[in-house]
């Protein structure tokens, strides 16, 4: 059975999709002290630079204006936090691979990042997204690993699916678990998007639908 397949029937087994009805930028922090107060739910996202995290946010909550997008990898420095029908946050992570910045600007990248991901008590969940054009990437193996060793809740989510086709997505996301099997004994769960066509939209909503009432 195709990875696609497996990913639909998973998401089929539940049939309640979120319906976000407002979301509003709330605050942009440079550092865990500046984030909101730990008081609401909040579902990360985060990828290496340049793989349509700003463009998938802006899918699933339907404003195209929410979260900037660029052409230039990086764009994303902060820690943004996003309200969700005011009771649950989307937090907008800068991406890991830090594009091309000063070697100082990546280490408090890296430090912030790190921060948030250990420390942060309402983060319930971290979207990992992974280009589903590209082979498997030391950077995301590795990242991936990361929150594993620490304990931090994490799914993965392949973006740009409308730029190949579905057997080449097919073909990387098996490649993609077949690298991860080498380490983990379970695999996490993983979920195909595409913030062009709003392919996962509804799948990816349920999801955090569940996450937030578990």
């Not at 922090?29 to 909101?36: D, E, I, M, R, V």
């Amino acid at each position: 059975m195709h990875i696609n397949s497996i990913i639909r029937i998973f998401a089929s087994s539940n049939c309640v999709v979120m319906e976000i009805k407002s979301a509003k930028f709330e605050i942009s922090s440079a550092k865990l002290s500046q984030c909101p107060p730990d008081r609401l739910p909040e579902i990360a996202f985060i990828g290496r630079s340049n793989v349509g995290k700003s463009s998938l946010i802006n899918m699933l909550t339907g404003n195209s204006r929410l979260a900037k997008t660029s052409s230039t990898p990086g764009k994303t420095q902060l820690i943004n936090h996003f309200v969700i029908n005011d009771n649950w946050y989307i937090v907008d992570l800068p991406g890991y691979g830090y594009a091309q910045v000063a070697k100082t600007q990546r280490q408090k990248f890296f430090t912030m990042i790190n921060d948030y991901l250990l420390k942060r008590r309402s983060l319930y969940c971290v979207f990992v997204l992974i280009d589903s054009r590209l082979s498997p990437q030391k950077i995301d193996l590795e990242f991936i690993n990361f929150l594993g060793e620490n304990g931090v809740p994490f799914e993965i989510i392949f973006t740009k699916t409308d730029k190949q086709s579905a057997k080449k997505t097919d073909d990387n996301v098996c490649l993609f678990k077949q690298a991860l099997e080498q380490t983990w004994e379970e695999l996490p769960k993983m979920m195909l998007s595409s913030a062009q066509t709003k392919a996962g939209k509804d799948e990816i909503l349920n999801e955090i639908e569940n996450i937030i009432k578990q």
